[in-house]
């Protein structure tokens, strides 16, 4: 199971969220997810560490905490949801008339 950060600062490391979260635990893995486009940092983090208990501690103890000027929401990731290929409006094609 995976931990998701949101609301994270733009200049935050992979070395800061080691550091916030290894006082809850061994961390095993941390993601900072970037933009295709920009390289920028996205405002967001996933955290996995060694243990539940060790997860549940860290978001028990750290979600709405203020770090870095903001406040952090930290709770259980869910899994990714399959997107297909149609885009937000749900078409494949699309019947144009001119």
């Known amino acids: 199971m995976s931990i998701f950060v949101g609301n994270l600062s733009y200049e935050v ?10 006082e809850y635990g061994s961390v095993k893995r941390v993601h900072l997810p970037t933009d295709r ?9 996933f955290v996995d560490m060694d ?12 979600d709405g905490a203020e770090w870095m000027g903001r406040e952090m ?6 899994p990714r949801e399959d997107r297909d290929n149609r ?11 001119f």
């Open 13 to 22: 490391t992979q070395e800061d969220i080691t550091e916030v979260f290894a």
């Open 37 to 45: 486009e920009t390289g920028r940092m996205r405002g967001f983090a």
């Open 51 to 62: 243990t539940l208990t060790q997860e549940d501690s860290a978001i028990e103890a750290l």
């Open 73 to 78: 929401k930290v709770n259980k990731a869910k």
């Open 87 to 97: 885009g937000s409006f749900g078409g494949g094609r699309r019947n144009n008339r």
